[in-house]
């Protein structure tokens, strides 16, 4: 169980309590600015971001990590994120009343594809914040870029974003409102993965679960190795071997959907005798 559960879920999963996702938490000030001021100008801030990210790379690693420390505790209070596994989307669409499909803001910065990755998920109905946040963002929430989805529909996306290698994260926006869930990986520009993998700033913590390998399932033919947006897996091409990092895992589980054998399975991390307590 990682910190957000204790703080955030009462000792269980906290994306899968629905009062974090209620609509009338936006009705705080602090959050509602916050969220606002996030989605509005996030392309011409991007650029910025990106040379502090940078510049912190170059100072000395004291000074560095001081630096980050600082930075992640801020990230904790106002927007973290932890990857999930399709199953518990799902289990996510069980209580969450309304799905808005939406131009994803790091793909539009960053100038790569976008299908509409991004999903803004709330219990009950959706109030102002959305429209005023999104107000004349690639057209404005009242255009078709911005589309209401099913249940069912949701899950399509999900799948598809599965056969894409995308990986499914929920997403706080003044923590402990849960406000979205993404679809990414490094190619897409996605912010949050840059800041915690190439930057080693941490905005998104490990997930729940850990991979786990069936050796005597694997076929070795390597599929899987470039599914992991963490480097979690790795192929000798050579010796035509599979070995799995489990420190780099996330748990995501989007390495499974490569697998035709079978062979990758997720396990709770508590249940993970070396990654129980490695988050
Ligand atoms: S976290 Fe992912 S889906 Fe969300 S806005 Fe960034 S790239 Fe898009
Ligand atoms: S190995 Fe771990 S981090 Fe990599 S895709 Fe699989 S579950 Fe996700
Ligand atoms: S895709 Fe499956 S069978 Fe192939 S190497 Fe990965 S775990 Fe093994």
């Not at 000030?29 to 509005?40: A, G, K, N, S």
Request: charged fraction near 25%; glycine fraction near 8%.
């Amino acid at each position: 169980m990682c910190q957000f559960c204790v703080q955030h879920g009462d000792g269980k999963a906290w994306y899968l309590q629905a009062e974090n996702y209620v609509a009338s938490l936006e009705d705080d000030l602090e959050r509602r600015e916050y969220i606002i001021d996030f989605v509005q100008g996030f392309s011409e801030k991007q650029p910025g971001r990106l040379r502090g990210l940078q510049l912190l790379d170059q100072i000395p690693a004291p000074l560095s990590s001081l630096a980050k420390k600082h930075l992640t505790a801020k990230q904790k209070k106002h927007h973290f994120g932890q990857p999930v596994p399709i199953e518990e989307c799902e289990q996510i669409l069980e209580f969450a009343t309304s799905v808005v499909r939406l131009p994803c803001v790091c793909r539009t910065a960053a100038g790569t594809p976008d299908n509409g990755y991004c999903l803004a998920v709330t219990v009950g109905p959706v109030d102002g914040t959305l429209k005023e946040a999104f107000a004349g963002y690639e057209g404005g929430p009242d255009t078709g870029a911005f589309q209401n989805l099913t249940k069912e529909e949701t899950l399509t996306v999900l799948r598809q974003c599965e056969k894409e290698g995308l990986m499914h994260s929920v997403w706080t926006f003044g923590s402990p409102l849960i406000a979205a869930i993404c679809n990414c990986n490094i190619e897409s520009g996605c912010m949050a993965m840059a800041t915690t993998v190439t930057h080693d700033l941490k905005t998104m913590w490990r997930g729940e679960y850990v991979i786990d390998l069936d050796e005597t399932a694997c076929t070795n033919c390597g599929a899987c190795e470039r599914r992991c947006p963490f480097g979690a897996l790795s192929f000798n091409r050579k010796e035509k071997r599979l070995s799995v990092d489990l420190k780099a895992c996330y748990g995501c589980g989007t390495c499974r959907s490569a697998c035709s054998a079978d062979a990758l399975t997720l396990l709770p991390r508590a249940e993970s005798p070396t990654m129980a307590k490695v988050w």
